[in-house]
């Protein structure tokens, strides 16, 4: 599965952005969707992800109230809306897929390219 994050920009600081990821080769199906982000000399963060099976969404501490993730199956492509954006949630944003929704990105198996996000002050 190939895996097309897309939407990153530049914004101010309180804008908001929408992230798309977009899965060809094969459906997301049964595997889970997490987004993740990685800021230059930090280590990958878990942002959100969601559990089809579970019917379940979960959020990294720092985005809580902030962000939300949604999926459309039919379209085969899960969202994270970002909104009042802060300099700090500067990072190249990741979408993966596995088996089970979890914050540990080495239990992913596919990899979407980045996509950067810039907030600015």
């Known amino acids: 599965v190939q895996l097309q994050a897309s939407g990153g920009g530049l914004v101010q600081a309180g804008g908001s952005l929408r992230l798309s990821c977009a899965a060809s080769?094969?459906?997301?199906?049964?595997?889970?969707v997490g987004w993740f982000r990685q800021a230059p000399g930090k280590e990958r963060e878990f942002v959100a992800g969601?559990?089809?099976?579970?019917?379940?969404?979960y959020y990294g501490d720092s985005v809580k109230g902030r962000f939300s993730i949604s999926g459309d199956n039919a379209k085969n492509t899960v969202y994270l809306q970002m909104n009042s954006l802060k300099p700090e949630d500067t990072a190249v944003y990741y979408c993966?897929?596995?088996?089970?929704?979890?914050?540990?990105?080495?239990?992913?198996?596919?990899w979407g390219q980045g996509t950067l996000v810039t907030v600015s002050s």
């Open positions: 993966a897929t596995g088996p089970i929704v979890t914050t540990t990105a080495s239990r992913y198996t596919y």
């Open positions: 969601i559990s089809w099976s579970l019917g379940s969404i």
């Open positions: 080769g094969r459906t997301f199906g049964s595997y889970d």
